[in-house]
């Protein structure tokens, strides 16, 4: 955040700079309510507002929607944070509203990263600021990934200002079976985490299955130490939280337990479950083992073999967030193809492009469009546009945020970026990034540049990323 900008606020002027902190402020007057802890109230609700606007139209732009749609020579009205309208040339623009000229450039929703760890693993990676994994116990989620998140963390703007990034999703890391809850955030500079905190979006749960959790508790002879321990430590978990979920509302409820309100909350269908899981075998048997306790997995994450059973994975209504080309790097990621987003698409089942990376996070389009490529090589016709749905729509469907951003749709948060060639380029950067409407980024404008406090003072501060 910007010093100026934080006296500007303060002697409540307008913005200086174009991203200064809003602080843990009160919740705008259309905020959706936050989601609750214990079903007595809200715990932690997000405090977001969102940054001042103006009414804003890009015209002659090519566009993709994020639904698969493209409109070229097109333009997008935005005004009050919301998009207005998104149509050809004879769009109807108000006299008042500001002009920018996309003439030779492209408009994508902004990009929605699914699977992020910034905040709670920030630059410097160093072990003072490792606050990913609470791995203590293979069963944590008690545990909440907001909890960890650091604001200053540059890895924020940085994603903004070369990736585009408008929205991501902070997740535990994949020790433990059961990680904690995730949290959804605007890429907005703040001061604390509830004023970057998504309103209304509902929180995740991280579980994990493979080698990682093995691994871990297996190294201090605890179980699981085999994927068969981890699975019957998985269901006498879900089973446990069954009981705590029944007598939730008796005469005398038990007493409160973190962990279980959350386990709850999934069984209630207030929490979306985001599983780590490589081998397309595990996933089909964590399927099995969400029937068997009633819960449902939103979307499996790195999923290197969910070409394996793309057509199980469509039945079933689950995404799969994976790499354009990561593999080998362990036993388990030893099977992927650089196919596999193709194949998944060709099957009708849902496609996500992921980081769980800093610097990877800064080029999803680029990530997109390896994955693009390798379908086509084999044969299998994806449109542009339905790549980009890869890193907008889709991962929003995943958040559960699908209603509200992730595509440019009348109505929709105005969150969007212009790009200054085809995002599935090689050589196109972001020109231009809005968020509720409001500019944060314009490569054009040092002043909207954000810059972390952590980053003030440092070599580099304030150079084009």
Not at 24 to 45: C, H, I, K, L, V
Not at 322 to 337: L, N, R, S, T
Not at 398 to 423: F, H, R, Y
Request: some cysteine; aromatic content about 8%; overall charge negative.
């Amino acid at each position: 955040m910007k010093i100026r900008a934080l006296l500007a606020l303060a002697a409540g002027g307008s913005l200086l700079a174009g991203c200064a902190a809003t602080g843990a402020e009160p919740s705008s007057a259309n905020a959706t309510p936050p989601q609750s802890s214990a079903r007595g109230g809200p715990a932690f609700p997000s405090t977001y507002r969102a940054y001042p606007s103006a009414p804003t139209a890009i015209t002659g732009v090519t566009i993709f929607d994020g639904e698969g749609g493209r409109i070229d020579n097109g333009t997008v009205f935005m005004v009050d944070g919301k998009i207005s309208s998104v149509g050809g040339p004879d769009t109807a623009i108000p006299g008042d509203a500001t002009v920018v000229d996309g003439s030779g450039k492209y408009v994508t929703p902004g990009i929605i990263d699914v699977h992020s760890h910034l905040g709670d693993y920030p630059t410097p990676s160093v072990d003072a600021h490792s606050d990913g994994n609470e791995a203590t116990s293979p069963v944590t989620p008690e545990v909440w990934a907001e909890h960890s998140v650091w604001p200053q963390d540059p890895g924020f703007s940085r994603a903004m200002a070369n990736g585009g990034i408008t929205a991501l999703q902070i997740l535990p890391g994949s020790a433990n079976l059961f990680g904690g809850r995730s949290v959804v955030l605007k890429n907005v500079p703040a001061r604390t985490v509830q004023a970057m905190k998504f309103p209304g979006a509902p929180y995740g749960m991280k579980m994990a299955c493979g080698e990682n959790p093995k691994r871990v508790y297996g190294s201090r002879n605890r179980a699981p130490s085999t994927r068969m321990g981890s699975l019957a430590v998985e269901r006498q978990t879900w089973i446990d939280a069954q009981e705590y979920r029944s007598k939730r509302n008796d005469a005398k409820p038990p007493k409160r337990d973190l962990g279980k309100e959350t386990l709850a909350a999934v069984l209630d269908g207030d929490i979306l479950v985001h599983n780590h899981c490589y081998r397309a075998d595990e996933m089909a048997q964590i399927i099995d083992m969400s029937k068997e306790f009633g819960y449902k997995v939103t979307a499996f994450h790195h999923a290197v073999e969910s070409y394996k059973i793309a057509d199980i994975l469509a039945k079933e209504g689950i995404c799969s967030a994976v790499w354009a080309d990561w593999w080998g790097f362990k036993m388990e990621a030893y099977d992927a193809i650089p196919e596999n987003a193709a194949l998944l698409q060709k099957a009708g089942a849902c496609v996500i492009v992921h980081s769980d990376d800093e610097n990877q996070i800064q080029r999803l389009n680029q990530e997109a469009a390896k994955a693009l490529a390798d379908g086509r090589a084999m044969g299998i016709d994806i449109s542009d546009a339905q790549a980009i749905q890869w890193i907008t729509y889709n991962p929003a469907k995943a958040m559960g945020i699908e209603q509200m951003t992730g595509s440019l749709k009348p109505g929709k948060m105005a969150d969007l970026v212009l790009w200054n060639g085809n995002p599935l380029s090689v050589y196109s950067r972001p020109d231009k990034v809005w968020i509720d409407g409001a500019l944060m980024f314009d490569s054009a404008d040092a002043k909207r540049r954000p810059v972390s406090d952590f980053e003030l003072g440092q070599p580099g501060e304030g150079d084009v990323k």
